[in-house]
């Protein structure tokens, strides 16, 4: 099982990107999967953002909520991560995280041992 992210970078404040996390080994509609960052600010890793297998409904950090969107892509294998109106706080590594156990979605903050894990990416947001 690989979990792969990219599209990760240095962003103006205010800017986007769109992180994805593509799968092999496993199909992603199978599982819960969730976006954790980890921030120089806050040290901790956090939840950012979580899509459920079982009807593709999501979750989001309050801090998320109304800038980024999470979606998967079944034909691709790969689920994706828009983030807008992007602050320097929101510089740091950002990891997806695939688990069956569809109910880590559910709680208010999704951070959990998931079973799998990406290597991780750099976001950076800085002028």
């Known amino acids: 099982v690989q979990l792969v992210e990219s599209g990760g970078g240095l962003v103006q404040p205010g800017g986007s990107l769109r992180l994805s996390c593509a799968a092999s080994?496993?199909?992603?509609?199978?599982?819960?999967i969730a976006w954790i960052r980890q921030t120089p600010i806050k040290r901790a890793r956090e939840g950012v953002s979580c899509i459920r297998a079982v009807d593709g409904s999501s979750n989001y950090a309050d801090f998320a909520k109304g800038r980024f969107t999470i979606t998967r892509d079944a034909a691709k294998n790969t689920v994706y991560l828009q983030m807008n109106d992007l602050k320097p706080e929101d510089t740091g590594s950002y990891y997806c995280?695939?688990?069956?156990?569809?109910?880590?979605?559910?709680?208010?903050?999704?951070?959990?041992?998931?079973?799998?894990w990406g290597q991780g990416i750099q976001v950076s947001v800085s002028s």
């Open positions: 995280a695939a688990d069956d156990r569809d109910y880590y979605c559910s709680d208010s903050n999704f951070l959990y041992n998931y079973d799998h």
């Open positions: 080994g496993l199909f992603l509609d199978d599982y819960a």
